[in-house]
């Protein structure tokens, strides 16, 4: 059983290697992805006067009226003194061509008591690089390797990635195995004192598993720091395996196998099915109906929190209106309170309210913020940070790990090969 798993763990780390290479590499980065796009984007991100701010609506109807291949998709109801105000926006169709218009950007920012322009940008862009497109370049490429769209279908390197930490996750399991000592054989030619040591030793045995042996080899040594560093921080590579796996592949597996065994409180994200990605749903409804619609219900919920926050879904047909004040990641990282709207009529078709629901509609809330490490606020963003490092180490000290023994196998093979040939032909 130890050498199957051994090869198992041997084959599908040199398979998932690059990928978690890359991914722990640029998951380290964008822990910090708006701190670093303030720093990097300050034309963008602050406002360039001050006053009282323009409603946000309107700015969204500037914007899709300077541009009328694109639709406003995502409007912030109100900014923090001194920020700029970003709207995101996504093509409509060509009526000409029947496929979306293809313009230079996704993203505007405005100053929100003017309405002046201060930029654009493609939020992801791949090619040409920018420091304006530097931190959502990575992360982007953190969950979908920017695999273009081929067949209609632009999510390719999502479901890559996601069969990559399936793989993960199960090579996490064999690597914890591989680790511990092999299981003891008693032998009826030992005597009964040695034999009862030897059981009771099994923690002696385990224990350098644990450690980083000084002064030893440089083989020995990336050994050491592959095996301890794995064992060390398993629940946390476990932890972010599954949760990609979780993210990446949430429609198409994990939500199925989750309903499987806990009842999921249907949502229009899964629901509903996309429409073709060159024929975005135009909203009957306007943004203004939309949340007096949401505000009706929240106030009917007896909620209190203003609406901070507005989106439409181009694909499904909804808006979402988001309720809060001050910081959007809401408690422990999972969001603040949502309530979706039916583009088409203004029907309520569900919410979405932080910590609440079924245990699966619970456990499904906390993925991003385990991935992320949002649920434990910054000392968990560090934590990532950390985590995005050590996956890079051992993806490293993996491969070398490989690459020496294969080298040595293949001495082996040369010298025997050699012996053979000069030996005397009887």
């Known amino acids: 059983m130890r050498l199957v798993l051994t090869a198992l763990h041997r084959w599908v780390g040199l398979v998932i ?18 701190e670093l796009d303030d720093l990097l984007n300050p034309h ?16 969204a109807k500037r914007v899709e009226a300077a541009d009328p291949r694109v639709q406003a998709v995502s409007i912030p109801m109100s900014v923090d003194p001194g920020e700029s105000i970003d709207i995101y926006v996504l093509p409509r169709t060509d009526p000409a061509t029947g496929r979306l218009y293809e313009p230079d950007y996704n993203q505007v920012f405005l100053d929100p008591a003017t309405g002046e322009e201060l930029g654009r940008r493609k939020w992801g862009q791949a090619f040409p690089l920018s420091t304006e497109t530097f931190v959502s370049f990575l992360y982007k490429f953190h969950y979908s390797l920017h695999i273009p769209e081929f067949w209609g279908i632009d999510r390719w390197g999502e479901w890559l990635l996601g069969a990559v930490a399936i793989l993960w996750t199960i090579d996490c399991f064999v690597g914890f195995y591989l680790t511990t000592p092999a299981r003891h054989t008693p032998s009826a030619g030992r005597p009964a004192d040695v034999e009862r040591a030897l059981r009771r030793g099994w923690w002696v045995r385990w224990k350098p598993s644990w450690l980083i042996k000084a002064g030893g080899s440089r083989y020995r040594l990336n050994f050491d720091i592959h095996r301890a560093f794995g064992l060390w921080t398993w629940g946390l590579l476990f932890v972010l395996a599954f ?42 409804l306007s943004y203004e109906q939309a949340i007096s619609a949401a505000r009706a219900e929240a106030d009917r919920r007896g909620w209190t929190l203003p609406v901070g926050h507005v989106f439409y879904v181009q694909r499904l047909g909804f808006y979402g209106v988001r309720f ?42 906390a ?36 690459y020496r023994k294969a080298r040595a196998r293949r001495a082996v093979r040369r010298s025997r090969e050699q012996r053979v040939n000069l030996a005397p032909a009887e």
């Open 324 to 365: 809060f004040e001050g910081d959007d990641h809401g408690a422990a990282g999972v969001g603040p309170p949502d309530i979706y709207v039916d583009g088409a009529d203004g029907t309520i078709i569900g919410d979405r309210i932080p910590w609440k629901g079924t245990l699966a509609d619970i456990f499904i809330q």
């Open 17 to 34: 290697a690059g990928f978690l290479f890359v991914s722990g590499l640029t998951g380290a980065v964008i822990s910090w992805d708006h």
């Open 243 to 284: 949760t990609a796996f979780s993210l990446n592949l949430s429609r198409e597996i994990f939500l199925p196998l989750l309903s499987t065994v806990s009842k999921v409180t249907p949502s229009p994200f899964v629901t509903r099915t996309p429409s073709d990605l060159h024929e975005p749903i135009e909203p009957s």
């Open 367 to 402: 993925q991003f913020p385990l991935h992320s490490g949002r649920i434990l606020g910054l000392p968990g963003r560090i934590l990532i940070s950390v985590m995005g490092v050590v996956v890079a180490v051992l993806s490293v000290t993996g491969v070398v790990i490989w």
């Open 44 to 59: 963008l991100m602050e406002a360039r006067s001050s006053g009282p701010a323009l409603s946000a609506l309107d700015l």
